[in-house]
Nanobody
Framework: QVQLVESGGGLAQPGGSLRLSCAASGFTFSSYAMSWARQAPGKGLEWVSGIYSDGSDTSVADSVKGRFTISRDNAKNTVYLQMNSLKPKDTALYYC??????????????WGQGTQVTVSS
């Protein structure tokens, strides 16, 4: 069965960095786009970033543009989210998401359990 296991969350200071990882199993990882989304306390789900199955294209939300970078290693079945210049408003539960297709990161079918990111001094 499809499994998405996020890791790398934790407490960071404003201006700091974290790198999230998502280890995928149970499907042909290299055939599907992957995304990250987040949910802050009391707020709705926000799509953060997506990457095509072969890594040829990526996109990030305006709220994190210039600070967050998505990447993937198809040999390791892992997708990453490098988060720099963190701000308190980045505090949220971050989810790894499997896309339904290879080059569409807005349609998805499986989610991980999430990893908590807290940005605070």
């Amino acid at each position: 069965q499809v499994q998405l296991v996020e890791s790398g969350g934790g407490l960071a200071q404003p201006g700091g960095s974290l790198r999230l990882s998502c280890a995928a199993s149970g499907f042909t990882f290299s055939s599907y786009a992957m995304s990250w989304a987040r949910q802050a306390p009391g707020k709705g789900l926000e799509w953060v970033s997506g990457i095509y199955s072969d890594g040829s294209d990526t996109s990030v939300a305006d709220s994190v543009k210039g600070r967050f970078t998505i990447s993937r290693d198809n040999a390791k079945n892992t997708v990453y989210l490098q988060m720099n210049s963190l701000k308190p408003k980045d505090t949220a539960l971050y989810y790894c998401i499997k896309g339904k297709y290879s080059s569409n990161w807005y349609e998805y079918d499986y989610w991980g359990q999430g990893t908590q990111v807290t940005v605070s001094s």
